[in-house]
């Protein structure tokens, strides 16, 4: 088990800046998750983290020890690849075993050690097929049970499920992070996904053309989202925006965008006349025949467990999460309430949190 | 968008209309007419005509051909020197192939790299290809000629050889001479189909391996060799049959000398054919190449488990 350490890592491909002066400590045994979107240079820095990409600038280090020079079979780190890489010609038993061999491990103990992961990961049946002969969801565990026998320092997993539908997605979830749990090993997970990260993340980093934007355990990024950017991206269905002002009224604060008027915490007061976004999540309103945000239905989706509203207000989108069974048809003017204390502000121009 | 779609319809219109016409796709026999009529008249006809020909002999006294039985294949059974010649060939068969295999694989892997200047290397590799076989064999006559051969002098400096042994006129080192330009002027053909193989491999099973650990050699063994399977079978079966039939180097450079010790399997049947005419005895010898060639090959694709 190791603790890993970026101290300003940079990476270019020739005149591209992939990643910039990129600093992070991930602690011995923690699950972090690399969240983004694609082209925000999460995967690059995985590959740096395992050697398959050159460092162009700063240092990586993983137990206590810096790793840039480092060949990729001498960093002691396992990798589950986004299309599983597996060896084709191997049949499952021998891809499992491979790494074992490799290190010189006696036959005794290299079968035991296959069968306990081929056990743990339901492919005990299928370990003298060819990976060819599996479907996705068993070649994704084959690709878990090579790392798994590896009892490596890191793992890292680069999309892993990005491939599966989503009833097995679900299920790898768990199963990823359950494995996790037992192993104990130092995670660096890297998904475009927010519901994985949130799921499965001890800690998210969530990265921003080649940056980091905020790093903080799943509520952290939910609850206290340090920029718009990072409120839009957490959260499904998207949290709603809007832009307007923050007006004092006698030591009340509200948010005013036209019609719309929101009491928010007294403490926004002090920002009197400031040019803000607020950020409502769907989830965070309820139906209220006082409230204070008005809106016209357009469309009412049910998911099942709920019914999302989607609302004309003020003349752009808000959507409203809503019990299953409210009723309403388009052209409907419905009322919600939101808690002052649910209410994001940014400011308007950096989009910048505002703390309350 | 318009545009497209007037177009995919003239092209439907036009499919279409050849449907109606005789050359429609319900009437394939039409298509393959020309290939079946080329096939039949070139392969089929003379490949019938050799079978026929080998229970056959030339009669010089009365011009004529005569129904000698199965006379030629107990004369083929029984003839030392073609016993002899097909030891040579497979010599050289053997020789050769392994040569260029191995050595193919490794200048592959060599310039399986996107350094600069590969792509050149990769390109001047095919130079070798472009060069009649005869022509090869000849300018070998001449880079081998005890005289004012490059390679008997570089031989000879390095102390391997003295001029007294010269390489094509000394029976134990002819077939070594002939191999020589085989050998050079074919790998490069291996190399191409290595290459090709080598460049279309997914790169992820290579990470992984690294992250595993594996050495370059086991890397090598364990994936590459594998994955390259089916290209290095049918390499080596499109290049076995080639050497086995092979004519163009002795033909010009030894003429089967000095005495036997080069005469293969296709020069002692063109020697039977045309120098002694004896044209059953020469198409039993050339149908009896056939044989091998189609025994060993379908042995190798069941053994080598090639899928076409």
């Known amino acids: 088990m190791a603790n890993v350490e970026y101290r300003s890592v940079g990476k270019s491909f020739g005149s ?93 103990e290299i079968e035991a ?19 060819s002969e599996l479907s996705g969801g068993q070649r994704q565990r084959v690709a878990m049970g090579r790392a798994m026998v590896r009892n490596a320092k890191v793992f890292l997993f680069d999309e892993p499920l990005s491939n599966l539908d989503a009833k097995l997605r679900a299920h790898m979830r768990v199963e990823i992070r359950q494995l996790h749990d037992r192993l104990k090993a130092t995670t660096v997970y890297v998904t475009h996904d927010q519901i994985e990260a949130m799921t499965m993340a001890d800690k998210i980093v969530l990265m921003q053309g080649g940056g980091i934007v905020q790093v903080g355990t799943p509520d952290d990024l939910y609850d206290r989202p340090a920029t718009r950017y990072v409120a839009e991206f957490i959260g499904s269905p998207q949290i709603n925006c809007q832009d307007g002002e923050i007006v004092s009224n006698g030591g009340e604060a509200l948010f005013v965008n036209g019609e719309l008027k929101l009491p928010l915490p007294a403490s926004y007061a002090a920002h009197q006349g400031r040019q803000v976004t607020c950020g409502i999540r769907p989830s965070d309103v309820a139906l209220s025949d006082t409230g204070p945000i008005v809106g016209t239905l357009q469309i009412a989706e049910k998911t099942g467990a709920d019914k999302q509203m989607h609302l004309d207000v003020n003349g752009s989108e808000f959507v409203a999460v809503a019990p299953r069974h409210t009723q309403g048809v388009p052209g409907d003017t419905l009322r919600f309430a939101v808690a002052p204390d649910n209410i994001h502000l940014f400011d308007h121009a950096s989009g910048i949190r505002i703390a309350a | ?49 050799n079978v026929w020909l080998s229970f056959h002999e030339y009669h010089a006294f009365s011009r004529q051909l005569r129904w000698v039985g199965g006379a030629n ?36 892997l060599l310039l399986d790299a996107d350094e600069i200047g590969f792509g050149f290397l990769r390109t001047l590799l095919t130079l070798t290809l472009v060069v009649p076989p005869a022509i090869a064999g000849m300018m070998f006559l001449l880079i081998e000629d005890p005289e004012f051969g490059v390679l008997t002098y570089v031989l000879e400096v390095l102390g391997l050889l003295d001029k007294t042994t010269p390489i094509l006129a000394t029976g134990s080192t002819a077939l070594w001479g002939v191999m020589l330009v085989d050998i050079w002027q074919w790998t490069p053909f291996m190399v191409l189909i290595f290459l090709a193989g080598l460049r279309s491999l997914p790169p992820e099973p290579y990470e992984a391996a690294m992250l595993d650990g594996a050495s370059g050699f086991m890397v090598f063994r364990r994936i590459t060799l594998p994955l390259l399977q089916k290209v290095i079978a049918v390499a080596v079966l499109i290049r076995g049959i080639d050497i086995f039939r092979m004519f163009d180097y002795v033909f010009v450079m030894t003429s089967g000398g000095p005495g036997t010790s080069t005469y293969t399997l296709s020069l002692y049947s063109w020697q039977q054919t045309f120098s002694f005419i004896k044209w059953g005895y020469g198409a039993t010898l050339s149908l009896f190449t056939l044989l091998i060639i189609l025994v060993v090959a379908n042995l190798f694709i069941w053994v080598a488990k090639v899928r076409w």
């Open chain 1, 16 to 108: 591209v800046q992939v990643l910039e002066k990129l600093s992070l400590d991930i602690a011995d045994g923690e699950f972090v998750v690399l969240l983004g979107s694609s082209g925000c240079g999460k995967s690059t820095l995985l590959r740096m983290t395992a050697g398959l990409e050159t460092i162009s600038s700063g240092e990586i280090v993983i137990d206590g020890k810096v790793v840039n020079g480092v060949h990729p079979r001498d960093r002691n780190i396992a990798m589950v690849f986004q299309n599983y890489a597996l060896y084709p010609t191997m049949k499952v038993r021998e891809n499992i075993a491979f790494s074992l061999e490799v290190a010189g491990k006696s036959k005794d």
């Open chain 2, 1 to 49: 968008m318009l545009n497209v779609c007037n177009q995919v319809r003239w092209r439907s219109e036009r499919v279409f209309d050849l449907r109606v016409g005789v050359l429609s796709w319900d009437r394939p026999w039409i298509w393959l007419a020309p290939l079946i009529a080329m096939l039949v008249a070139f392969t089929i006809v003379p490949l019938i005509y």
């Open chain 1, 113 to 131: 050690q296959v069968a306990e992961a081929a056990r743990v990961l339901n492919l005990t049946e299928y370990l003298d097929r060819k990976p």
């Open chain 2, 73 to 108: 294949w107990a004369q083929l059974v029984a003839d030392e020197r073609m016993w002899e010649a097909l030891g040579i060939t497979l010599a050289y068969f053997a020789v050769t192939l392994t040569v260029e295999v191995i050595l193919g694989m490794a200048i592959a």
